[in-house]
């Protein structure tokens, strides 16, 4: 099964700020991961697919690269309704699995 | 408009069955992969399993292989996530969400809360 590791787990940051959270598979997913974002009590929301497609509606300040066990979610000026926690996921072979979560705070 | 609505919260003591359901709307039901996603009280998201209601095709986390059961009626295009036997460790938010045909995430449910206490 592949593993997923989200780094840090914990970012504090300010309205403004341009942040940086990192995933890394434990094997090779090519480009087959999903960046969703989930607020306290409620469903995730998909943001990116494809390590860097943006989902319709998403804002532009979303971004995200990578391909292979290295991938990246940037947020480029943090906005109020961004803090939030997130989450990975790669969907190159089942299981597939979600890193353990970012808690973006203020 | 896609929709996946989720039954509403239950409440169980161990040892009960439950059956939680999630009704789709809005696109062809049987022709998208449907999963279940668990997350326990301040921990992050599990992948549970995954269902095409098209052929019943089902595949399951190890993890949760034998501990749940994963159906969907095509009738009515809904999925289903069932216990026989609950346990305290099964209290969580159970989220179902549609697989697009690239195998992401794409829709949600709201989540049904699932608590079981003695």
């Known amino acids: 099964d592949i593993q997923m590791t989200q780094s840090p787990s914990t970012l504090s940051a300010s309205v403004g700020d341009r942040v940086t959270i990192t995933c890394r598979a434990s094997q090779s997913i090519s480009k087959w991961l999903a960046w969703l974002q989930q607020k306290p009590g409620k469903a995730p929301k998909l943001l990116i697919y494809k390590a860097s497609n943006l989902q319709a509606g998403v804002p532009s300040r979303f971004s995200g690269s990578g391909s292979g066990t290295e991938f990246t979610l940037t947020i480029s000026s943090l906005q109020p309704d961004d803090f939030a926690t997130y989450y990975c996921?790669?969907?190159?072979?089942?299981?597939?699995?979600f890193g353990q979560g970012t808690k973006l705070e203020i | 408009e896609v929709l996946l609505v989720q039954s509403s919260a239950e409440v169980k003591k161990p040892g009960d069955s439950l059956k939680i359901s999630c009704k789709a709307s809005?696109?062809?039901?049987?022709?998208?992969?449907i999963g279940w996603v668990r997350q326990m009280p301040g921990k992050g998201l599990e992948w549970m399993g995954i269902?095409?209601?098209?052929?019943?095709?089902?595949k399951y986390s190890p993890s949760f292989q034998g501990q749940v059961t994963i159906s969907a009626d095509k009738s009515t295009s809904t999925a289903f996530l069932q216990w026989s036997s609950l346990k305290a460790s099964d209290t969580g938010l159970y989220f179902c969400?549609?697989?697009?045909?690239?195998?992401?995430?794409?829709?949600w449910g709201q989540g049904t809360q699932v608590i079981v206490s003695s």
């Open positions: 269902l095409y209601p098209d052929d019943s095709d089902i």
């Open positions: 969400a549609r697989t697009s045909a690239s195998q992401y995430p794409d829709y």
């Open positions: 996921q790669q969907y190159s072979s089942k299981p597939y699995s």
């Open positions: 809005g696109y062809s039901f049987s022709t998208y992969w």
